[in-house]
């Protein structure tokens, strides 16, 4: 059974970093998946932020490319965000979520985390 | 970059009813695209892939068709735990975008 699990504060500082860390349990992070981002602004819809393959390559959306970095940690079988110089617009539910091994779609989601950006 | 548009943006329908939800692409994702079921305080589910693959343990009420820019989501006879919001996804392109949503309601 694959769980994915989100960890981080959930209060960050306007002009601060949030750091988000996913664990998977249940599943290798070093099969042949690629491991996303997804947040969710209160009340709107879903947002692809990016993935990470365990060699380390990624795929950032292009109107977040400049404030994200997911990286991976093979040894713990997790894989991380950070999301620099957040504003209030950065507040969102944010997931992890698997791209199944057929194509790049999400076949599993952790539970989500909110992360308001307020002083 | 793929813009999905989703119609309407809510649904009302009786329970036993058929339902059927639309989502459009900007350009072709030719069968790339998904559909996720979100239910108020949960993460979303997957539903369907490559527009027309029900995902494992999907009922077989759940149905998705089309093909480049226009595809249809299908709901034979809704149940009351289908009462739920609705979202498409493209993943022929980055970024993988998602449709706004569809709620359904009774």
């Known amino acids: 059974q694959v769980q994915l699990q989100e960890s981080g504060p959930g209060l960050v500082k306007p002009s601060g970093t949030l750091s988000l860390t996913c664990d998977v349990s249940g599943a290798s992070i070093s099969s042949s998946n690629w491991w996303s981002w997804v947040r969710q602004p209160p009340g709107k819809g879903l947002e692809w932020i990016g993935e990470i393959y365990h060699s380390g390559s990624t795929n950032y959306s292009p109107s977040l490319k400049s404030r994200v970095t997911i990286s991976v940690d093979k040894s713990k079988n997790q894989f991380s965000l950070k999301l620099s110089s957040v504003t209030a617009a950065d507040t969102a539910v944010y997931y992890c979520?698997?791209?199944?091994?057929?194509?790049?779609?999400?076949?599993?989601w952790g539970q989500g985390t909110l992360v308001t950006v307020s002083s | 970059e793929i813009v999905m548009t989703q119609s309407p943006a809510t649904l009302s329908v009786s329970p036993g009813e058929r339902a059927t939800l639309s989502c459009r692409a900007s350009?072709?994702?030719?069968?790339?695209l998904a559909w996720y079921q979100q239910k108020p305080g949960q993460a979303p589910r997957l539903l369907i892939y490559g527009a027309s693959t029900r995902a494992t343990g999907i009922p077989a009420r759940f149905s998705g068709s089309g093909s480049g820019t226009e595809f249809t989501l299908t709901i034979s006879s809704l149940q009351s735990e289908d009462f739920a919001v609705y979202y498409c996804?493209?993943?022929?392109?980055?970024?993988?975008?998602f449709g706004q949503g569809t709620k359904l309601e009774i």
């Open positions: 996804q493209q993943y022929n392109n980055w970024p993988y975008n």
């Open positions: 350009q072709s994702v030719n069968s790339n």
């Open positions: 979520a698997r791209d199944s091994n057929i194509n790049y779609f999400f076949d599993y």
